[in-house]
């Protein structure tokens, strides 16, 4: 403790950890100080002492002896740990003061990108400044315990840190003169860092395809910068199967598997980190999310038993270990957090939509889905109800099986609109048309179906002038082949279609039979989520046209891009929402599809075109 | 390699690591030289370089280069390292010479078990038997979800496992139809194995020379094996200094004294698995203890500022991680715990020692000390107050810098006991005499001072038949050369003498000033716990005599053995154990001696023979 000032005198007042500084006079209140650095202390009673919600710590300096509304609001162990309540502490010297960030209003709630979901910053990582004595024979503390001393909050269980991070405090404590930031995650020191370095998060999201990550700021909830790279897997297997069977046919093929997305991981850290101006040492923590067989492979867990039926995952728990385990350039003590799974072929990124979409605490009936090669589907229901479907839809949305199907690359077909006469195309990058990708598949089928040239059970019917006859049967001429640079002809064939019918089919089967088996009507359906960069691009009308959702009268369509990721970043800043993650894995009840007796019915059923038309 | 000496000169040859020096002609083998210095290397071809057994490593020095018969017995590896054999290999200079344990014919005594000290069986880990159905599409759920809903208690934190342990439960669970048994520590799931498997623990004491390892039933705190070898470590340095110098100077120096001791334990884990009929599997808890220099170099922590002053702790706290990290053979979940040190020169076998001799917990004043190259020395008062010293005792008890010094191996002189005329010797093993081991020093420095033929300076002061004038000064004649087999004569010198007075006036000056810091008179202490192997084999009443101790009238003496290895047991079999070597880390007041005022003078004067004699 410093001495007092007297009280004609200007006392500094610093607010830890957002290092705010201001000076102000001698027997201001620490509420008061606060206001005019432009904190906004969470106080509701006004700062009368009644609400004890402007808990902060004294660090350093001398203040006013406690109140009696104190004693009554503050418990043995928060005095004896330096706690206090803002409005009733008069400053009376310098002072170093820590606001907890529930003790502030502002930015608690933040706007993340994609869609909007509001988490509750509550960071699993925090900073604190240490300035300590450096070792002599008189005071030959170890270097962990001169660390732990120096640290603000003291408690019986005393901080710790793993061997990995001692070494590097004993080594950056001495090059900084023992005046650096110590990352602590609970009791556990994880990390140091130079004197004011903040704390950075990873959020990532391993898709089959694609690996996307963003850069949070773990102090402020701030996306400091997202990048993404496909996933590098994909030369063992477009499909989820067709890796699981190389990580078992071919000796160390699993770990293979895991090392070029744990290589890919470090290469987007690395671009993170740069983009945003901060250190590796800043890294304190990794939030992951993807499908069943991506967190599997990337955590080497075993695949046997998700490979063939019944397709059961290794575990469903979130997975927390040390980043350093999976080779990952982080902090030396940062956590990764996998989280937690459904079943074999519902996985975490489900579990991260269905937070970010908070459909975990919806008031009605809402419907959330993630289209792909896999279908992941939930249902929920007031207080909590979440029951999830996943519908093998097949690869031909990205373009598999398909004549001229194709992912979504420049040239790629994305949408298309019919007239009489004419076929009007847009294509990604506006670049010339070479293939159809998905949304371009569906808008061409619902386009074909609304003209009358295929009929509602998908075959050609009618003649048209860009009927003709293929190889194998009718097909639609969409592009004429351009003989200035020998490009081929793009075509729809009724092969094609059919391929189409099978994949809408089985989302269809998929979502009669979870309103089925939840009691729920079309009607009581609020709202539809639509996630996943393939239904970001997805024509409501065309895909209601054709069926592939039944008819929801009363729906709002959202379409929300990558939630995964969202719900990633969510579990990355708030504690609160990784709690939730835990609940909604735990509390969502599954639906096995192929062994319910209705769904072949509904599957052939779910094939046909409804026709309806929305506005 | 130092320059070869010339045909005319003696050769030095330093055998490690049992520490005995022998002067050589130039040109004779190294097997004669071992011969000649009474050690017993296997040689069935008796020298003729055809059965390979007299393996040696040159660890400095000149000498002959390797014969065909070499080329033939020898790998291109051990001729790298190396690897000679003794028979073939001619001295040409001083030489340092490694002989592993394997080539010696007796080995060194190893002091392993300790005094039974009695602790609550209050396992940190415990066995659960498991039945559960095969997964089906009806029943989908994971296989750690699976195992989970199994366990006999369920709470709300439910059982976890990371992903190494997943690994073996899909698979083991599988080969034994769900029908199996899982170890669990608290609620993390460790291991599993097959059904009814016991689960089995490792107390591990890493001496700077020994390394003891005893395997315990958890179930029952049973001690079903135990076993020891030599630190290979021993190759880089005798004293801790020199080692951690090593891992400083040379790169990937402090990697590999901490995988040749890893290495070592995993040998042990392997031979006490073997003896008590248990599988690796159940190996689920490891509990170690050594020096603050062995437990640095064991975890690979920093040791820069251990090795210079103040001797710096990177950490004083327990470590506990997973035992895999350190590459040992347990279950794959296992975590090893290393108890918490004190100081630099106050490690976790002090605090092992502390609690196996229970003196966190006396009603009178307690004396604990274990007699080293650093001895340790704990004053333990009433209500926990506990207060330790550590002094420099060097070497010279370990056979360094004395003449015929030698370590306690096969032909060490243990006891000495003179008569007026004659002298009465115990060896090691009742072999040869070559050399002297501590204790035989005590007792022969007693036993001059007793009979007079020294004074309480240590100076040599009267006449007797064996006292002789050497190349140094006075020395007494223990043994006299052997003719039958070219032994050299045994002799104490009067440089010996005051390297025994300088390591024993340190000892006293550490116990006379730990007396006074606490206020206690010597009259008040009432029990003197010597531990670790060397004080196992002391007279008490030569210690006494030559005033290594102060006169503690009322005091009990015990000698308890290897107690920093009954320690770590008591901390493997009982969470409450563990809880109290924290406590004892913790409050343990440690006193430095270097910057004591009354230290030079309470040196000078504990360096005196204090002649009382003893009942």
Chains 1, 2 share one sequence.
């Not at 099986?401 to 790629?412: E, N, P, V, W």
């Amino acid at each position: 403790m410093s001495k007092s000032s007297d009280i004609f005198s200007t006392c500094q007042v610093d607010f830890e950890p957002i290092g705010k500084r201001i000076a102000v006079a001698f027997g201001v209140t620490v509420l008061e100080a606060a206001q005019q650095a432009g904190l906004s202390l969470a106080s509701a009673c006004g700062g009368v002492g009644r609400c004890g919600q402007c808990r902060i710590s004294i660090l350093s300096g001398s203040v006013s002896a406690p109140t009696a509304e104190e004693q009554m609001l503050l418990t043995e162990t928060d005095m004896r740990n330096g706690v206090r309540l803002a409005c009733q502490t008069r400053v009376q010297s310098h002072l170093k003061v820590q606001v907890p960030s529930s003790s502030l209003i502002t930015t608690q709630r933040l706007q993340l990108s994609g869609d909007s979901a509001a988490f509750t910053l509550d960071p699993v990582v925090r900073a604190y400044k240490v300035e300590a004595p450096s070792p002599s024979l008189h005071d030959s503390r170890s270097d962990l315990e001169r660390l732990r001393a120096a640290l603000p909050q003291k408690s019986e269980q005393e901080a710790n840190a793993d061997p990995a991070v001692i070494r590097q405090i004993s080594s950056l404590a001495r090059a900084h003169e023992w005046h650096i930031t110590a990352f602590l995650k609970n009791t556990e020191i994880i990390g140091v860092a130079s004197c004011g370095s903040r704390p950075v998060g990873v959020a990532v999201d391993v898709g089959t395809t694609k690996i996307a990550a963003s850069l949070l700021d773990l102090e402020t909830g701030e996306e400091l910068a997202v990048v993404g790279a496909l996933n590098p897997q994909i030369s063992y297997g477009e499909d989820v199967i067709s890796r699981l069977a190389y990580a078992l046919r071919v000796s160390e093929g699993g770990h293979s598997l895991a090392v070029m997305v744990r290589d890919t991981l470090n290469n987007l850290l690395a671009e993170l980190t740069e983009r945003a101006g901060v250190s590796r040492d800043q890294v304190t923590e990794v939030c992951l999310v993807g499908n069943t067989a991506m967190t599997h492979l990337f955590l080497e867990l075993p695949v046997s038993q998700l490979s063939r039926s019944p397709y059961v995952a290794a575990t469903d728990a979130a997975v927390t270990l040390k980043a350093r385990d999976l080779g990952l350039m982080t902090a030396p003590g940062a956590y990764i957090h996998v989280l937690p799974c459904i079943r074999g072929f519902i996985g975490a990124d489900h579990v991260a939509m269905i937070l970010a979409a908070q459909l975990d605490h919806t008031d009605l009936a809402a419907v959330g889905i993630d289209i792909g090669t896999n279908t992941e589907i939930v249902l929920a229901q007031p207080e909590g109800m979440l029951t999830s479907v996943s519908c093998a839809s097949g690869p031909a949305f990205e373009g598999a099986h398909i004549s001229d199907g194709m992912r979504a690359a420049a040239g790629a077909i994305e949408a298309v609109t019919l007239t009489e006469t004419s076929v009007q195309l847009k294509t990604v990058e506006n670049a010339p048309p070479i293939g159809l990708c998905g949304s371009g598949m569906i808008d061409s089928v619902a386009e074909l179906h609304r003209w009358g040239i295929i009929n509602s059970h998908g075959r050609f019917e009618r003649q048209h002038p860009r009927v003709r006859e293929g190889r194998h049967g009718p097909e639609f001429l969409l592009v004429s082949d351009d003989h200035r640079n020998g490009r081929r002809d793009v075509v729809i064939t009724q092969q094609d279609i059919n391929q189409i019918q099978l994949a809408k089919g089985a989302i269809r089967a998929g979502l009669d039979i979870l309103l089925e088996a939840t009691n729920t009507t079309s009607e009581e359906v609020s709202e539809v989520i639509i996630a996943g960069a393939f239904g970001s691009f997805l024509n409501i009308q065309n895909i209601l046209h054709i069926g592939m959702f039944p008819d929801f009268p009363h729906a709002h369509y959202r379409q929300v891009g990558n939630a995964a990721l969202t719900g990633a970043k969510g579990a990355l800043i708030s504690c609160q929402a990784r709690k939730r993650a835990w609940q909604i894995a735990r509390q969502t009840r599954y639906l096995e599809l192929t062994t319910h007796p209705q769904f072949k019915r509904r599957f052939a059923l779910g094939m046909l075109f409804s026709g309806k038309e929305y506005a």
